[in-house]
């Protein structure tokens, strides 16, 4: 049956945030028509109507960048950074993501999913409907394999939507220490087309930097992700610039992410290629970071801008989409509205979505209903999500 909502401020996110006070109906999993009240077809005459009480509704969110399969914690990390240790150090004395991989080998599938279904039931509750889940805390074939078989667990036991990547090339683990190239060849390349060939996974990343893989060797994983017809997306320029947007744009990515020491010819590359580089303040803020990914220079490119939480153990144990907005906007100056596109519009194209994002005639009806009159108190708030309800293909979540 078609559902009517009225009395409600929509933020369509059509030109700008797209605001509308009509009525829009909803017909199966899909949006069906969006108007003024009056001017209601017939033949949604005896929808089930739905008075909002003139809250904010907008699309569901889309966090477009997270790590959340994976066992144990980084607290004594965090402090060692709070005592004057750098990302890099911690890393290279064997904690960091090593740390992890560390626990996650150590953890059964039935372990990891009941940590992951708390950890995606906290970005649920923040309005999200559309998650991304990357691997990298395994680093085996077998144990990559099993983090990503959990992943898509996740999405047939919760109302989500999820994309799965590979993120095989995320650290080199102890054994092949200073045989990075070797790692590639045994490990992230195997357990790539193994992983496609279960069908687990819709996109590849890598994590392209000083501590971890070189432009070269990621252009070797994304040449075999590029014959399996996988999309790829890039952990490029967190820690310095290795150029890594550059190569992920000669391979049309879906998305650049971290980028704070992205240079000009990075933006220029995103831009011709039209990719979106994916903003991770969680992590800035977690590493005290303090060179700024170039917003300025990415707006007036016209690089559409999502921004994600990147929950991980280490460097961003953030859940809150909302908080992750915050951030973009205090930390980077990012606007309200950059950053609802954020988590909405730009962040489906991050994922390579055109279905959502919007709410638009025949886009999924998937919708985020918020305490709130305007949609700049959704990035105003600290630490605070307003959230009234969620719509979940096209019915209210229990």
């Not at 078989?149 to 996740?154: G, H, K, P, S």
């Not at 919760?158 to 993120?167: D, E, Q, S």
């Amino acid at each position: 049956m078609a559902i009517l909502l009225q009395n409600a401020i929509f933020a369509t996110m059509v030109g700008g945030y797209g605001l509308h006070e009509g009525a829009v109906v909803l017909e199966g999993d899909k949006v069906a028509w969006i108007g003024a009240l009056a001017a209601l077809p017939a033949r949604f005459a005896n929808a089930a109507r739905h008075d909002l009480g003139g809250r904010l509704v907008t699309p569901a969110l889309i966090d477009c960048h997270s790590h959340i399969v994976f066992a144990g914690d980084r607290a004594a990390e965090f402090e060692l950074r709070l005592n004057g240790a750098s990302y890099a150090e911690v890393a290279q004395a064997g904690g960091g993501i090593l740390s992890t991989v560390r626990a996650t080998r150590a953890a059964s599938e039935a372990e990891l999913l009941a940590a992951s279904l708390a950890r995606a039931d906290q970005i649920i509750a923040g309005g999200v409907a559309t998650l991304e889940i990357k691997s990298g805390y395994g680093l085996t074939l077998a144990d990559e394999l099993k983090l990503l078989r959990v992943a898509r667990e996740i999405g047939r036991q919760r109302a989500i939507n999820l994309r799965v990547t590979h993120l095989a090339a995320h650290a080199i683990p102890p054994e092949y220490q200073s045989r990075a190239d070797a790692y590639i060849d045994e490990v992230a390349i195997p357990s790539l087309r193994a992983a496609h060939a279960e069908g687990l996974i819709d996109a590849v990343d890598a994590f392209c930097e000083t501590i971890a893989f070189s432009p070269a060797q990621v252009e070797r994983l994304f040449l075999v992700a590029q014959e399996l017809g996988l999309p790829v997306k890039l952990h490029a320029e967190q820690l310095s610039d290795l150029k890594g947007a550059v190569l992920a744009a000669r391979f049309a990515a879906l998305s650049a992410d971290h980028i704070e020491y992205m240079a000009a010819d990075g933006v220029a590359a995103l831009a011709s290629a039209g990719s979106v580089a994916v903003i991770l303040p969680g992590a800035f803020y977690t590493l005290r970071e303090t060179q700024i990914p170039p917003i300025a220079a990415l707006r007036a490119a016209g690089v559409p801008m999502a921004v994600a939480t990147d929950y991980n153990p280490g460097s961003a144990p953030l859940a809150s989409l909302t908080l992750a907005m915050n951030m973009a906007c205090t930390l980077f100056r990012m606007t309200p509205l950059e950053a609802l596109q954020g988590t909405t519009l730009h962040a489906a194209r991050a994922l390579g979505l055109a279905d959502r994002g919007q709410i638009a005639v025949g886009q999924r009806a998937d919708l985020a209903i918020w305490a709130a009159r305007h949609p700049a108190e959704l990035s105003y708030r600290i630490g605070a999500t307003p959230l009234h309800a969620r719509i979940f293909g096209g019915r209210f979540d229990a």
